[in-house]
Nanobody, 117 residues
């Protein structure tokens, strides 16, 4: 089992940057593919970016070239650097962990990101 705690959300104007961090508990961090999801108001929770233990990042098309996901296996952390933010990036960002190919995920409590126009 793993516990996840996100930090780094906030209010930022369009075009600005934010860095989200997720700290994971447990001694088997490298087993997990780490993911960032976003849930906009009134919408479903959607995958934004993911990174496997081997540092093989995936991005949804809407954030490619603007967001960077990274992990530090020594510190049990995964970060999401978000640049050139747009109002449509607004939402609650959740950190998640899963052991591929399982679809069962551990979730953090989320952190709010608001991008003003």
């Amino acid at each position: 089992q793993v516990q996840l705690v996100e930090s780094g959300g906030g209010l930022v104007p369009a075009g600005g940057s934010l860095r989200l961090s997720c700290a994971a508990s447990g001694r088997t961090f490298t087993r997990y593919t780490m993911e960032w999801f976003r849930q906009a108001p009134g919408k479903e929770r959607d995958l934004v970016a993911a990174i496997a233990w081997s540092d093989n990042p995936y991005y949804v098309d809407s954030v490619k070239g603007r967001f960077v996901i990274s992990r530090d296996n020594a510190k049990n952390t995964v970060d999401l650097q978000m640049n050139s933010l747009k109002p449509e990036d607004t939402g609650v960002y959740y950190c998640a962990a899963r052991v591929v190919p399982s679809t069962m995920r551990y979730w953090g409590h989320g952190t709010q990101v608001t991008v003003s126009s």
